[in-house]
């Protein structure tokens, strides 16, 4: 069954879906953040937190601090055939992992292969890869998120991970009967979800220990991130932040709002914000309306970078969509913004994702530059 999010990109590449910038030209050398996001490996408790977050004025970059996947410390040889059942129930056998090919979404399954380290047998890569040691590897997308059958069979791979984010399916198929083993990965991207992630692809690949390293290594840095963030989330449930995400492709005119069992949903919880989208009963991700802005009353936009720029910024969204500016997050131009290919990566990311919102929503003024300010 294929997931809100993935419905959502079908219907966005049928209109022209533009591609996902390069959060790695924000990066430093050896994958550290630059003076674009100089609080980003900041804890909470040394920045400077507002008084008030639902009365937080303009906007926020949320950074994280390095481009880079560190890999477990496990070296175990994959062992091979495996054979698997995927998300789609289908039989695979895996029998050579040399030529891998991880490509979805959000650049998510990549990510994962890379923290397995598994990284030097990647061959290819979606758009939405672009952390650091990916930068040469030839894209094997087109028009945003469309695979290119092409591209991907003159890179002969011995295993293809993906999800149903990415398509068509009739391409998989094509690629399938060229003989090459497609593993679908469960796509239904949440934060409760990363160990079922690393599962899956760590068992395609044959090497299940260090799919339960990459596990202990994950949860132990996101139950740090929680308890961080935790120290800093009011007390009373009216004073919390009421947050809603909203996706934006101005140059095709698409508006989503993201809610309950979106992926976006889990991001707000755990940051301590109150997910507006869900309150007023939104489920998946549909077409933004004048009436559930109202309804909603956000204090804080959640946005993704290229959706903001791609509107002309805070000001831009505002002209744009004359309804934001009845809302509390539009009266105080409170918007926060983090890279495309990094905000819903769900995956080895997912700690460091989250104390990168809370740090733009508690700490606005933290030095981060702000794609707000910079389209404007």
């Given amino acids: ?40 490996a900041l804890q909470l408790s040394e920045l400077d937190l507002v008084d008030d977050v639902r009365a937080a004025t303009g906007g926020s970059t949320a950074c994280l601090p390095t481009h ?54 990647v061959v290819g890569r979606d758009s939405s890869t672009a952390f650091d040691g990916t930068e040469d590897l030839p894209v094997v997308t087109k028009t945003g998120h469309s695979l290119n059958p092409e591209a991907i069979l003159e890179l002969a791979p011995t295993i293809i991970l993906t999800d149903t984010t990415i398509g068509p399916k009739e391409v998989r198929q094509q690629l399938r009967d060229a ?4 593993v679908v990965i469960s796509d239904d991207l949440r934060l409760d ?34 308890a961080e963030i935790a120290e800093v989330i009011p007390a009373d449930e009216d004073d919390r932040a009421r947050m809603l995400f909203l996706y934006v492709r101005g140059n095709a005119n698409v508006y989503y709002i993201f809610g309950k069992d979106s ?21 998946g991700n549909k077409p933004m309306t004048a009436e559930a802005l109202a309804a909603a009353q956000p204090d804080v936009l ?52 989250v104390r990168a919102i809370a740090r733009a929503l508690y700490a606005p003024a933290s030095g981060e530059t702000t794609a707000a300010e910079s389209a404007e």
């Fill in 1 to 40: 069954m294929c997931s809100p999010l993935s419905l959502l990109v079908a219907a966005a590449l049928v209109i022209g879906l533009a591609g996902c910038a390069s959060p790695a030209a924000n990066a430093g050398a050896e994958g550290e953040a630059s003076d674009f996001c100089p609080a980003a």
């Fill in 68 to 121: 880079a996947i560190d890999p477990v410390s496990d070296t175990t040889a994959p062992e091979l055939p495996v054979t698997v059942i995927d998300a789609e129930d289908r039989e695979v056998e895996v029998t050579d992992v040399s030529r891998i090919l991880a490509i979805d979404i959000s650049g998510t399954i990549a990510s994962t292969v890379f923290a397995l380290g598994m990284g030097d047998n």
């Fill in 179 to 182: 003989g090459i083993p497609i």
């Fill in 193 to 226: 979800n990363t160990d079922q992630l690393v599962t899956e692809v760590s068992t395609a690949l044959g090497i299940p220990t260090r799919g339960a390293a990459l596990i202990e290594q994950v949860d132990t840095q996101l139950d740090a991130a929680l």
């Fill in 263 to 283: 992926g976006a949903d889990s991001l707000i919880d755990a940051v301590g914000g109150i997910d507006v989208a869900t309150e007023i009963g939104w489920e």
């Fill in 302 to 353: 959640v946005m993704m970078t290229d959706g903001l720029e791609s509107v002309g910024g805070v000001t831009g969204l505002i002209e744009r969509v004359p309804a934001v500016a009845e809302t509390p997050a539009g009266r105080n131009q409170r918007v926060i913004d983090m890279a495309d290919a990094e905000i819903l990566s769900f995956g080895p990311r997912s700690p460091e994702v």
